[in-house]
């Protein structure tokens, strides 16, 4: 996939999942007023945040797809990263404060002071949730298929609310039934959830931004094609490093000491175009040819 589609799909996610914020917010507002739900105005809020958790995706999407320029002479791609960091931040605190308000709520017992919610507040709550997770799962999927880590950041900003939207669940139907603790109870479950999401997705943006190496599925993968070009004799080293979330490579391989240098020229053209065209999440391959020399002792795998 093109760095062109890789940003029209993100673009294309990011787009429909604010529209359906921005709706669900108004929805959910709107029943928490009428059905007397506090967790639910707050929920509403917290879908509202979302809105604002997208924009922070398209622009991380929009600047990591421009191309290299004097300045960045080796592309923007982690641009992306600094755009799940700052999510990952933003996730972090939403789970502190839904964590906060859960035990202020049962330690001053506030909770006690709740209004008995009416039925449209349930409906809202139970509509949140099939909708937020639908979008978790949505924007997930994308995610996963770009390789994205603004977007797979976003996507648990979605089931982080859908997480709350339960939350505002069991605190409707506690106080319906008399029991209004419930409703902090399932804040502190909830803020443990969304603590351990943003903790995952800063630490997958910071490896990106560390140069760590590309997962070892791939990396077997390169090897073994590297391996089966015609003239490569050996491989002598393989590196890999994440750039956002491109990949660079870098492989010596070991041809033939006699070969015309014209030769050993194409036969590393063939290794640094097959791989390229073979794995599409690498950016750039360097190759570097050393004479072969059977009596050596194979060299160790790095």
Known sequence: MQINDLEKTALKVSVITILMNAVLTVFKLLAGIFGKSYALISDA????????????????????AKKADKNHPFGHER???????????????TGVGIGYSGVSNIVTGEYKNF????????VAAAVSIVVKEGMFWYTYIAAKKINSSALKADAWHHRSDALSSIGSLVGVIGGLCG??????????????????????????AIKKMTDEACDEDTENGIREYVQSCEGVKRIDKL???????R?????????????PLYEAHEIAENVHKGIEEKFQTVKHVTVHVNPYNFEEPEPDDI
């Open 45 to 64: 809020v917290h879908s509202a945040s979302d809105v604002f958790s997208t924009v922070i995706v398209i622009i991380g999407v929009k600047i990591s």
């Open 247 to 259: 990949i660079y490579v870098i492989v010596e391989i070991a041809c033939e000491r006699d070969l």
């Open 115 to 122: 209004s008995v919610p009416g039925i449209i507040a349930l």
């Open 239 to 245: 590196l890999t490093r994440m750039f956002g979330n």
């Open 79 to 93: 641009f992306e990263c600094v755009a799940a960091i700052l999510l990952a931040v933003v996730l972090f605190a």
């Open 179 to 204: 029991v209004k603790i419930l409703d902090s109870i399932a804040c502190i479950v909830i803020c443990v959830f969304i603590l351990k999401a943003a903790i995952q997705i800063f630490l997958d």
